[in-house]
């Protein structure tokens, strides 16, 4: 049934979608993608709002090691990535500074922290195709 195949919609056949840790060796993939996705139209917008993909894509590279920036491969394709970085709240920094110096020498909880998204971006012919329900 090779016709019923080629009339499904396209979110319907078969494709494989893949989420990986982004790396050192993918790092200009991973600022071309930016470029492409969060482009700003200079005449349109104050300089203010041009983002430097470049200074992203370094952090990405040292954000992977922590699971924190990964790439969306579509076919075996980069087709997007996400970079977040972990923050440390104002009640986890107050929690540091009052344990230091306990000394109990016990287990104590992990500091509660937050993770802020910097950056997330698929190619416009990839968006409907499920990318981002990782």
Do not use: W
């Not at 060796?25 to 300089?47: C, E, K, M, Y």
């Amino acid at each position: 049934d090779n016709a019923n195949q080629r009339r499904r919609p396209r979110s319907e056949r078969h494709f494989r979608a893949v989420l990986d840790d982004a790396t050192p060796n993918n790092r200009g993939q991973f600022r071309a993608i930016l470029d492409a996705t969060l482009a700003v139209d200079s005449a349109a917008a104050p300089a203010a709002a041009a983002v430097d993909t470049d200074a992203l894509a370094t952090q990405a590279a040292g954000a992977a090691a922590a699971g924190l920036a990964s790439m969306a491969y579509f076919n075996d394709a980069p087709v997007g990535c996400v970079l977040a970085r972990r923050e440390a709240t104002a009640a986890a920094a107050a929690a540091a500074a009052g344990t230091s110096g306990s000394g109990s020498g016990g287990k104590q909880a992990a500091a509660p922290s937050r993770v802020r998204v910097l950056a997330l971006g698929v190619l416009s012919a990839y968006r409907g195709l499920g990318m981002g329900e990782f």
